[in-house]
Structures are given as structure tokens and as C-alpha cells.
């Protein structure tokens, strides 16, 4: 079984930081690009950010540009997305995806492999 399985998700404050892991299973991540994406209630799944096999391509959207970052960790087969100064607005269940035909983009449809999700909570 192929699996990416997320993890690092809660509830935290406005303001406050987090940190997302995304492990894989079952294969290496050595030769993947990776994406993270968010879906709300009654919202579309949009992509956040995402990272070349290597590490050496990064994209983020507009909206967390500047307080997110994304990074890997190939030695350790996991991504992460830190998350800092979040809003009430970044509140989603987030996922990591991973593929190897197309190169990093924040379009669904260049994406392989999902996690399951992790929700993440940002409330006073």
C-alpha cells in the first residue's frame, strides 16, 4: 500500500503557529514533488504550497505567502508546512499530495497520492 499520512493538525489561536508533517509509506519520496492543499466547509480544495522533488522549486498562493513555508526532508521520506501567523481564515482540513509526471504546481490534477487530511483549527 502506497500511503501519505498527515499529522501536526489542532486547534491554536490567531497569531499562532503550527507545524505540518506529511510521512510517506510504502515508497520513497526521493523522486516526488510534493503539494499541500486546504478544503473549508462548503469551499473547493485549493492548492497552498508545494515543493520539487530536490527541494530546490517552492510556489505558494498569494494568501499564506509570507507566513507559510514549505520544506523536506528526503531522508526522513516526510514534508512539512510550517504555518505561522494563522487567521481564522486558514481553518481547513489540510492535505499533502504527492506526483512525479508532470512538476510542482498548486493544480490538483498534476497530483498522484493524497493523504488523508489533518484539520487544522485557528479560533480565540
Known amino acids: 500500500q502506497l500511503q501519505l499520512v498527515e499529522s501536526g493538525g489542532g486547534l491554536v489561536q490567531p497569531g499562532g503557529s503550527l507545524r505540518l508533517s506529511c510521512a510517506a509509506s510504502g515508497f520513497t519520496l526521493d523522486y516526488y514533488y510534493i503539494g499541500w492543499f486546504r478544503q473549508a466547509p462548503g469551499k473547493e480544495r485549493e492548492g497552498v504550497s508545494c515543493?520539487?522533488?530536490?527541494?530546490?522549486?517552492?510556489r505558494s498562493a498569494d494568501s499564506v505567502k509570507g507566513r507559510f513555508t514549505i520544506a523536506r526532508d528526503n531522508a526522513k521520506n516526510t514534508v512539512y508546512l510550517q504555518m505561522n501567523s494563522l487567521k481564522p481564515e486558514d481553518t481547513a482540513v489540510y492535505y499533502c499530495?504527492?506526483?512525479?509526471?508532470?512538476?510542482?504546481?498548486?493544480?490538483?490534477?498534476?497530483?498522484?497520492?493524497w493523504g488523508q487530511g489533518t484539520q487544522v483549527t485557528v479560533s480565540s
Open positions: 515543493i520539487s522533488s530536490s527541494g530546490g522549486i517552492t
Open positions: 499530495a504527492a506526483g512525479s509526471s508532470y512538476a510542482p504546481g498548486l493544480f490538483r490534477a498534476l497530483y498522484d497520492y
